[in-house]
């Protein structure tokens, strides 16, 4: 892999996602897959619906409008176009669409004709409803691709949660504060960041041995970076040498990372410098499963065996809630 031509075609700025309109290479998109899609409304208009309730002491319902009872017909109607595709989940938010759909045999065009389909389908319906005059999605659409790192029950889980997990953000704004007593599978932690990333179907743990050779890790890298390509969130306490270049290079490349640390948060902690930017914009959570010590000490060895367990735990626990 041409090392220099990778990063520069994952930069973009601001906060738009660079997998909206990216495809992965090589990947027979006519051929037997299941994938989860992500279509967004044009300009993030909240023109599907809206959602009640808070998603704890409330459940989150989300209430389809005229224009998101149009979406939800057709999504349910792409089978009879081509029957070769079934929708095994999908679910309408006010301002984007999951769908979980299953290709079981060859379809005759590629995937993004059948989506292109789609689009154009629901533009002419609502039109001749008089619900819009414009286009009523964004261009393009993200495709996550179900690979043995993904459990299908936890991609549908993902897909269903979304209601509750937008409640959420919207009824407790200090979210993104430390938070205490986070409990995941076995253990508990002091958090920082987006925590929602747990709830992530496709955590991928990264650990490197400390005599890794640079070849080994390149490939180790480029393996990770397609894993991010396609979704996954990379969890690791980045201690080795390996894991920081692998860590750090997602981590510039706008990938979301889940990093484990030893040392914990104090009552005021706030994320600083690149941390801070990363946090805002929901790529980053921190979890601490020991408190704050203001000593400035080296890692020990044992703290260090831990972490990395711990990171495998979180990618490899049973259910997909944290």
Same mark, same amino acid.
């Given at each position: 892999?041409?090392?220099?031509?990778?990063?520069?075609?994952?930069?973009?700025?601001g906060d738009v996602k660079p997998s909206m309109k990216r495809r992965?290479?090589?990947?027979?998109?006519?051929? @037997?897959?299941?994938?989860?899609?992500?279509?967004?409304?044009?300009? @993030?208009?909240?023109?599907?619906?809206?959602?009640?309730?808070?998603?704890?002491?409330? *459940?989150?319902?989300?209430?389809?409008?005229?224009?998101?009872?149009?979406?939800?017909?057709?999504?349910?109607?792409?089978?009879?176009?081509?029957? =070769?595709?079934?929708?095994?989940?999908?679910?309408?938010? *006010?301002?984007?669409?999951?769908?979980?759909?299953?290709?079981?045999?060859?379809?005759?065009?590629?995937?993004? @004709?059948?989506?292109?389909?789609?689009?154009?389908?629901?533009?002419?319906?609502?039109?001749?409803?008089?619900? =819009?005059?414009?286009?009523?999605?964004?261009?393009?659409?993200?495709?996550?691709?179900?690979?043995?790192?993904?459990?299908? @029950?936890h991609l549908i889980d993902y897909v269903h949660n979304n209601p509750?997990?937008?409640?959420?953000?919207?009824?407790n704004p200090d979210l993104f504060r430390v938070q205490r007593n986070?409990?995941?599978?076995?253990?508990?932690?002091?958090?920082?960041?987006?925590?929602?990333?747990?709830?992530?179907?496709?955590?991928?743990?990264?650990?490197?041995?400390?005599?890794?050779? *640079?070849?080994?890790?390149?490939?180790?890298?480029?393996?990770?970076?397609?894993?991010?390509?396609?979704?996954?969130?990379?969890?690791?306490?980045?201690?080795?040498?390996?894991?920081?270049?692998?860590?750090?290079?997602?981590?510039?490349?706008?990938?979301?990372?889940?990093?484990?640390?030893?040392?914990?948060?104090?009552?005021?902690?706030?994320?600083?410098?690149?941390?801070?930017?990363?946090?805002?914009?929901?790529?980053?959570?921190?979890?601490?499963?020991?408190?704050?010590? $203001?000593?400035?000490?080296?890692?020990?060895?044992?703290?260090?065996?831990?972490? $990395?367990?711990?990171?495998?735990?979180?990618? $490899?626990?049973?259910?997909?809630?944290?």
């Amino acid at each position: 892999m041409d090392w220099e031509k990778f990063k520069a075609k994952k930069q973009w700025a601001g906060d738009v996602k660079p997998s909206m309109k990216r495809r992965r290479v090589g990947h027979d998109y006519q051929g @037997r897959c299941i994938y989860m899609l992500t279509l967004v409304v044009n300009q @993030r208009r909240n023109l599907l619906g809206h959602i009640t309730g808070n998603g704890i002491a409330e *459940p989150a319902v989300m209430h389809l409008s005229p224009i998101g009872q149009v979406v939800n017909d057709a999504v349910l109607g792409i089978p009879d176009y081509y029957p =070769v595709i079934e929708i095994l989940a999908h679910q309408v938010m *006010p301002d984007h669409l999951h769908i979980v759909l299953y290709v079981h045999d060859r379809l005759p065009v590629h995937l993004s @004709r059948v989506i292109g389909g789609f689009k154009g389908g629901c533009n002419k319906t609502c039109r001749q409803l008089g619900h =819009v005059t414009a286009t009523l999605w964004e261009e393009g659409f993200n495709d996550r691709i179900l690979d043995r790192n993904v459990r299908l @029950r936890h991609l549908i889980d993902y897909v269903h949660n979304n209601p509750r997990r937008f409640a959420m953000k919207r009824a407790n704004p200090d979210l993104f504060r430390v938070q205490r007593n986070v409990v995941v599978g076995e253990h508990t932690f002091s958090a920082l960041g987006n925590i929602f990333l747990l709830d992530d179907p496709m955590l991928v743990q990264v650990q490197c041995s400390r005599s890794i050779t *640079p070849e080994q890790l390149a490939v180790q890298r480029d393996q990770c970076l397609r894993q991010c390509e396609n979704g996954a969130v990379l969890v690791s306490p980045r201690i080795s040498e390996g894991e920081k270049v692998i860590m750090d290079t997602a981590f510039d490349l706008g990938y979301p990372t889940i990093i484990l640390r030893e040392n914990g948060f104090g009552q005021y902690t706030k994320p600083g410098g690149k941390y801070f930017d990363a946090c805002a914009q929901g790529h980053l959570l921190l979890l601490a499963p020991w408190e704050h010590h $203001n000593r400035d000490i080296a890692i020990k060895r044992g703290q260090c065996l831990t972490l $990395n367990k711990m990171a495998w735990a979180i990618c $490899n626990r049973r259910d997909s809630s944290f």
